[in-house]
Every structure is written in structure tokens, then in C-alpha cells.
């Protein structure tokens, strides 16, 4: 089972930026569509960007022009570069798999908290 540990997460100001990281400990970049989620308090969790093994990636509205994800297979990270950030944006960032099914299978990290407060 591949494990994914989320880093990167911080208090910013708003309209500042932060690149978050997530660690596979395997080679599952290449293989799976990937995604970032986030949850804040109260809320559900939410699909926040995927990109898949030939790196074509989709957006959720709401961070659309703001947020880029990418991987470096190499390295078997991937990223979510988080620009013109606002306290809505405040939450928990989880990466996993974009498929339900395979997120259930590969299991939740801890994920990294992201804070937007001046």
C-alpha cells in the first residue's frame, strides 16, 4: 500500500502564496490520476485539482487561475502551488487519488493545514 504524506501547509496572508508537497512512497504518479483535496471545518471534503500520468489537470471553479498542480515523477512528489490565496481557501489539503475507489485503497495521510488570516 503506497504511502502519501502531505507537507507544506502554513499560516499566509492574504492574497499570498504556498506550494504544498505530497511524498508517495511509491512510483503511483505514473500510474493513477492524482488529486488534491482540502476540508475545512464543518465542511465536507472537496476535489481540489487532478492531473493524470500525461499530465493534463483539471480544476475545481473555485481555484481555477490561482491554484497549479503538477507532479515530478522522479521524485515521486507531487504539488499544489496555491497563489492569490483568501480565508476561504483556509482548510485541511489531502492528496489521493482522484478515483474514489482507489483513494479508499491507497488511504488517507494526515494531510497539512493551510491557513489564510491576516
Known amino acids: 500500500q503506497a504511502q502519501l504524506v502531505e507537507s507544506g501547509g502554513g499560516l499566509v496572508q492574504p492574497r499570498g502564496s504556498l506550494r504544498l508537497s505530497c511524498a508517495a512512497s511509491g512510483s503511483i504518479f505514473s500510474i493513477y490520476v492524482m488529486g488534491w483535496y482540502r476540508q475545512a471545518p464543518g465542511k465536507q471534503r472537496e476535489l481540489v485539482a487532478t492531473?493524470?500520468?500525461?499530465?493534463?489537470?483539471n480544476y475545481a471553479e473555485f481555484v481555477k487561475g490561482r491554484f497549479t498542480i503538477s507532479t515530478d515523477n522522479a521524485k515521486n512528489t507531487m504539488y499544489l502551488q496555491m497563489d492569490s490565496l483568501n480565508s476561504e481557501d483556509t482548510a485541511v489539503y489531502y492528496c489521493?487519488?482522484?478515483?474514489?475507489?482507489?483513494?479508499?485503497?491507497?488511504?488517507w495521510g494526515q494531510g497539512t493545514q493551510v491557513t489564510v488570516s491576516s
Open positions: 489521493n487519488a482522484g478515483a474514489p475507489v482507489v483513494a479508499r485503497a491507497l488511504g
Open positions: 492531473i493524470d500520468s500525461g499530465g493534463v489537470t
